[in-house]
């Protein structure tokens, strides 16, 4: 099943047009996409090394999650609005970008990641909260966090490259990779 | 001033790292990543200094625990910069927004590290919450203004 004719349909709409073509709507919500980072990731970051027991050591993880959680979703959140809004503006060429699918994918895995933790060890936080070091699972869990959203943040910001379009001519391997359909750009 | 910065351009590190298609978007990436990290550890002592966030802990141990982190990824922040700079220089040299996020970035860099790191070292009762507060919302416009004005000089030209 391909997208693509949603895309398509999408990349048609008023909505979609206006803000592509905006002077400054496009850049203000790229720009709140981007600085957002600092609230979503940074917060993330804190807790993940935590977790790997190399900062606030003294402070418990349930007092850092407990705490920071709110702002993380709301971080997340502004990301997720300000993501799919610019995703709006430019559905078939991001549909068609080998860094978008890749961090698609990464961002399926970060939730998994965080799904399992949050479902997994962080229930018995009572018994492991305070110690300096965490137990393996919880360390796991934010070294895969740190890695998981590190290639998010990058493949994210590559997508604003042309390198792999396919309107540019591909090789096999990224014509499948991106999806290209000859004629579509 | 232009001489310079044209200069630097046209240096061989500028030329090497105009000429290859990767070096822009790789540091490019090293500094958005060390951006998360430098927000991370800037919120966290701001939005406690408003009585957010971390509230239970004492403020002079959080901003102690975090100014390892801050001080890494602002080194960090400042050489993957400097590559970016080397490499578009004389653009920079033309853009209103590059001078923006430079004023503000001297700015919040002495803030930081004078005002901010007196009165988050005071021991309790020293500063009032308006003195915190009020150091918090400085410390976030400063550095609000750096990323902002940061991120509009890929806009211009």
Request: aromatic share 12%; glycine share 8%.
């Amino acid at each position: 099943m391909s997208l693509l004719p949603f895309c398509q349909w999408l990349a048609e709409t008023q909505g979609s047009i206006a803000l592509h073509e905006s002077l400054y709507m496009y850049p203000l919500v790229e720009s709140a996409h981007v600085l957002t980072l600092c609230l979503f990731v940074g917060m993330s970051v804190l807790l993940d090394l935590r977790l790997l027991g190399l900062t606030m050591r003294r402070i418990p993880v349930r007092e850092i999650t407990d705490r920071l959680l709110p702002w993380m979703i709301a971080g997340f959140v502004l990301m997720v609005v300000t993501g799919v809004l610019l995703f709006y503006a430019i559905p078939i060429r991001s549909y068609q970008n080998v860094f978008f699918r890749l961090k698609m994918i990464t961002l399926v895995f970060a939730g998994l990641n965080a799904w399992t933790y949050h479902y997994g060890i962080h229930r018995k936080i009572d018994e492991w909260g305070s110690a300096v070091k965490p137990p393996t699972r919880a360390r796991m869990a934010g070294a895969m966090s740190l890695i998981l959203w590190a290639v998010i943040v990058v493949s994210g910001r590559m997508i604003a490259y042309n390198w792999f379009d396919c309107d540019l001519g591909q090789s096999a391997f990224i014509n499948w990779a991106a999806g290209c359909v000859p004629g579509v750009r | 001033m232009f001489d310079y910065f044209h200069a630097i351009e046209f240096s061989a590190a500028g030329q090497v790292l105009k000429n290859s298609p990767w070096a822009f978007a790789v540091t490019e990436s090293v500094h958005l990543l060390a951006l998360s990290v430098i927000g991370g550890a800037l919120l966290a002592v701001d939005l406690r200094m408003l009585g957010l966030g971390l509230r239970r802990q004492k403020i002079p141990e959080l901003a102690s625990e975090m100014q390892p982190i801050l001080v890494a990824s602002l080194i960090v922040m400042l050489l993957s910069g400097a590559v970016l700079f080397t490499s578009e220089a004389v653009k920079c040299y033309y853009s209103y927004p590059f001078w923006v996020k430079m004023s503000s970035l001297a700015l919040a860099i002495l803030f930081t590290f004078t005002v901010r790191r007196k009165v988050t070292r005071a021991e309790d009762g020293r500063i009032s919450p308006i003195g915190y507060r009020t150091v918090a919302l400085v410390s976030l416009a400063l550095w609000f203004a750096v990323g902002a004005a940061g991120r509009w000089i890929g806009f211009s030209g």
